[in-house]
Nanobody, 116 residues
């Protein structure tokens, strides 16, 4: 079955960097675009970044452009989110997402907390 497993979150100080990873299994990873979302309590889940199936094209939310970089390694069935210059407002639960044949799949999320 389809599985998306995120890891790499944690408690970090403002200004530091973090790399999130999402390991995918159960589908032909290189055939699908992937995305990262984030959510804070009481708010909707927001799209942060997306990447096409072979990584030729990426897109970002305006709030993170220039600080976040999405990438993928199709040989490892993994998508990454590099987060630089972390801000307290980046604190959220970060989710990996894939839409496969009309069905939405989510990981369990990894918590990123930015605090001094």
């Amino acid at each position: 079955q389809v599985q998306l497993v995120e890891f790499g979150g944690g408690l970090v100080q403002p200004g530091r960097s973090l790399r999130l990873s999402c390991a995918a299994s159960g589908f032909s990873f290189s055939s699908y675009g992937m995305s990262w979302y984030r959510q804070t309590p009481g708010k909707e889940r927001d799209l942060v970044a997306s990447i096409t199936n072979i990584g030729g094209s990426t897109s970002y939310a305006s709030s993170v452009k220039g600080r976040f970089t999405i990438s993928r390694d199709n040989a490892k069935n993994t998508v990454y989110l590099q987060i630089n210059s972390l801000k307290p407002e980046d604190t959220a639960l970060y989710y990996c997402y894939a839409r496969l044949r009309g069905v939405d799949y989510w990981g369990q999320g990894t918590q990123v907390t930015v605090s001094s």
